[in-house]
């Protein structure tokens, strides 16, 4: 079984930056991500990134964070910009394999006002 590590997360201002990173044990053969869940909302896709380079960002946070990863599709990483108090959430690190799922365990963002 994949575990993921985060780290990350924490108190920022509003269009301040934040990044995110989440080492995965073992690497992804086809995606990896980042979801989100704020207070009364659903969880959502915020950011993910296939294998083989292609990403794809929920609009509400498209032209603002940057998904990459590394080589090895062990590590994945999520840089914020121009953050808002809407993207106030626990942020999980996502890897996806043929039959299986895997989540990190959250870490809090904050966009205070």
């Known amino acids: 079984q994949v575990q993921l590590v985060e780290s990350g997360g924490g108190l920022v201002q509003p269009g301040g930056s934040l990044g995110l990173s989440c080492t995965a044990s073992?690497?992804?053969?086809?995606?990896m991500g980042w979801y989100r869940q704020a207070p009364g909302k659903q969880r959502e896709m915020v950011a993910t990134?296939?294998?083989?380079?292609?990403?794809n960002y929920a609009e509400a946070v498209k032209g603002r964070f940057t998904i990459s990863k590394n080589s090895a599709n062990d590590m994945v990483y999520l840089a914020m910009n121009s953050l808002t108090p809407e993207d106030t959430a626990v942020y999980y690190c996502?890897?996806?394999?043929?039959?299986?799922?895997?989540w990190g365990q959250g870490t809090q963002v904050t966009v205070s006002s």
């Open positions: 073992k690497a992804t053969t086809y995606r």
């Open positions: 990134i296939t294998a083989i380079g292609n990403m």
């Open positions: 996502y890897f996806k394999e043929l039959l299986k799922e895997y």
